[in-house]
């Protein structure tokens, strides 16, 4: 029995593959990247009961009103000056903030107290 030998025929490409990955993953970094500029996103905080204050301790009490300003013993102060007011005391911060106080104003003055070597500091929301 006689067979013929194989065709040796020059390999070729099929562009067909690397176009359905191209696409795939141009479709993967369209979903996965953000449009816009999201810089705050409207959060409601719920106040919880559970949570005590401990009365034995001596507090730094701040207070952050509905414009998003930090208030220390009625003086409104920046988050700079208040971050240089705090380092030099060891007790711990009480932070508390108005119902209609920006959480992220509330959340930046408890990053201030943590930056000024504070140890104790905790976030109350006042219902």
């Not at 999201?38 to 009103?65: C, F, I, Y």
């Not at 998003?68 to 000056?81: A, I, T, Y």
């Not at 943590?114 to 905790?122: D, I, S, T």
């Amino acid at each position: 029995m006689y067979l013929e030998p194989e065709r040796h025929r020059s390999p070729a490409i099929s562009l067909t593959p690397l176009i359905d990955v191209v696409f795939i993953l141009l479709v993967f970094f369209m979903l996965a990247t953000r449009f816009g500029a999201w810089k705050d996103l409207p959060v409601s905080v719920v106040p919880s009961e559970a949570v005590e204050r401990q009365d034995d301790k001596t507090w730094l009490e701040l207070h952050v009103n509905a414009e998003g300003k930090v208030d220390w013993n009625g003086e409104v102060l920046s988050l700079e000056q208040l971050g240089e007011r705090l380092a030099g005391h060891d007790e711990a911060v009480l932070i508390t903030g108005d119902p209609d106080a920006p959480l992220q104003a509330a959340l930046a003055a408890v990053d201030v107290a943590r930056a000024a070597g504070l140890k104790e500091v905790q976030l109350e929301l006042l219902p």
